[in-house]
């Protein structure tokens, strides 16, 4: 097998096409040879001596070789996968990839290849790991995205109970969907040969939610004042953080005190002219859609989980954090609010998702506009932002 091995690492050198290649390696797969997938992606890393450019071809069986790995059942995979994770890959990339990288993209092909009996016989093996509490934590709840709930399962209860003592960052998540998160699973990405058609069915399937909005109400503008709280502003940002950091993207977050409690209207773009925002300024025409939280709490986990046109994503685990960070500041709850609380407190809320052609919005892939009337109508926070490749 060295020598299979070599020959391939060989053939990579200024290669154009390594759809050979990836058909050995799903040979090898296919065959139960993952110790001599792991001797590959080793002397892949190891024999890679050419810089830019020239060292696509050596990435991309590396990625092949990790994907596999992922997204095929078995403990023996797994193993091989974590073992991969405690190395750098340093000479197989083009641009450097952060440790927190590899592990929220690992975790992501982990929760799309792998059982729910596969993850929890990880965390039962590695949960007092140190090098494995990450990997664990994000593959976790990258299956509680998908729709797995493990709120039932000891493992993973005990699991969760140790990251919340450990001040975890994901300590606080649940370990189940909550209201707001239905749609959760058709945010998520897909990774094999069959993904294409997977997500077409999807989409052809429509919605997971076909909750039932009112008609917007056409009322009077209401008199406003701007709250001056910078920390709060900053709270509403965190879900799109990827499209401003690193990328080219713009926000605009914004809290509204009402002279008076809005009636029971639908907030509509009657509401939304009433407001000073600066994505707004200028436009003649603006569009607007009454919707859900779980409508909310969809864009802002797409935003965060993905990234902007020039920035990586928080993945799914941290991914949902944000956006639970954002929603609770739309929502008015507290910054430390369990997601669980804000969830009922966003049920309470009246929202619209907003746009407008102009000078502010890039109207290409990625825009946002959240218009979050807060409980008993007194108030309303504003997030909006765009990005652009």
């Known amino acids: 097998m060295t020598n299979a091995i070599d020959?391939?690492?060989?053939?990579?050198?200024?290669?154009?096409?390594?759809?050979?290649?990836?058909?050995?390696?799903?040979?090898?797969?296919?065959?139960?040879k993952t110790r001599d997938l792991l001797d590959l992606a080793a002397a892949i890393e190891r024999g890679c001596d050419v810089e830019g450019a020239a060292r696509w071809p050596y990435e991309a069986l590396a990625d092949h070789v990790e994907e596999v790995l992922a997204l095929t059942p078995g403990s023996d995979h797994i193993d091989a996968l974590l073992a991969l994770l405690a190395k750098e890959r340093v000479r197989s990339v083009q641009r450097s990839r952060p440790s927190e990288l590899r592990v929220r993209a690992f975790a992501s092909r982990l929760g799309h290849g792998q059982t729910k009996e596969a993850l929890l016989t990880a965390i039962a093996r590695g949960a007092d790991r140190a090098d494995q509490q990450e990997i664990l934590a994000c593959w976790m709840h990258e299956t509680v995205?998908?729709?797995?709930?493990?709120?039932?399962?000891?493992?993973?209860?005990?699991?969760?109970?140790?990251?919340?003592?450990?001040?975890?960052?994901?300590?606080?998540?649940?370990?189940?969907?909550?209201?707001?998160?239905?749609?959760?699973?058709?945010?998520?990405?897909?990774?094999?040969?069959?993904?294409?058609?997977?997500?077409?069915?999807?989409?052809?399937?429509?919605?997971?939610?076909?909750?039932?909005?009112?008609?917007?109400?056409?009322?009077?503008?209401?008199?406003?004042?701007?709250?001056?709280?910078?920390?709060?502003?900053?709270?509403?940002?965190?879900?799109?953080?990827?499209?401003?950091?690193?990328?080219?993207?713009?926000?605009?977050?914004?809290?509204?005190?009402?002279?008076?409690?809005?009636?029971?209207?639908?907030?509509?773009?009657?509401?939304?002219?009433?407001?000073?925002?600066?994505?707004?300024?200028?436009?003649?025409?603006?569009?607007?859609?009454?919707?859900?939280?779980?409508?909310?709490?969809?864009?802002?986990?797409?935003?965060?989980?993905?990234?902007?046109?020039?920035?990586?994503?928080?993945?799914?685990?941290?991914?949902?954090?944000?956006?639970?960070?954002?929603?609770?500041?739309?929502?008015?709850?507290?910054?430390?609010?369990?997601?669980?609380?804000v969830d009922a407190s966003a049920s309470a809320c009246r929202f619209s998702m907003f746009g407008a052609p102009g000078d502010w919005f890039n109207d290409i892939a990625w825009d946002i506009g959240i218009l979050a009337v807060r409980a008993g109508g007194g108030s309303a926070a504003v997030l909006a932002a765009t990005d652009t490749d």
């Open 7 to 32: 020959t391939l690492v060989a053939g990579l050198r200024g290669a154009s096409d390594v759809n050979e290649a990836y058909a050995a390696v799903d040979q090898w797969n296919r065959d139960g």
């Open 145 to 341: 995205l998908r729709g797995t709930s493990l709120d039932r399962e000891e493992g993973a209860i005990a699991f969760a109970a140790r990251l919340a003592e450990r001040g975890h960052p994901l300590g606080s998540m649940p370990l189940t969907l909550l209201g707001a998160e239905t749609e959760a699973p058709t945010y998520m990405p897909m990774y094999g040969a069959n993904a294409i058609h997977k997500a077409v069915a999807r989409l052809e399937s429509g919605p997971a939610s076909a909750r039932t909005i009112p008609p917007p109400g056409h009322e009077e503008a209401p008199r406003v004042t701007r709250v001056d709280d910078a920390a709060h502003e900053q709270r509403l940002l965190e879900a799109v953080v990827p499209w401003t950091t690193g990328s080219n993207g713009t926000a605009e977050a914004k809290i509204f005190r009402f002279e008076a409690p809005i009636g029971a209207a639908a907030p509509g773009k009657w509401l939304l002219r009433a407001l000073p925002l600066e994505c707004l300024k200028g436009s003649g025409s603006l569009r607007a859609e009454v919707v859900g939280p779980e409508a909310v709490w969809g864009a802002l986990f797409a935003a965060a989980s993905n990234g902007g046109a020039y920035s990586t994503g928080l993945g799914g685990a941290y991914g949902r954090r944000a956006a639970w960070a954002s929603l609770a500041a739309l929502v008015d709850a507290p910054g430390d609010a369990a997601p669980a609380r």
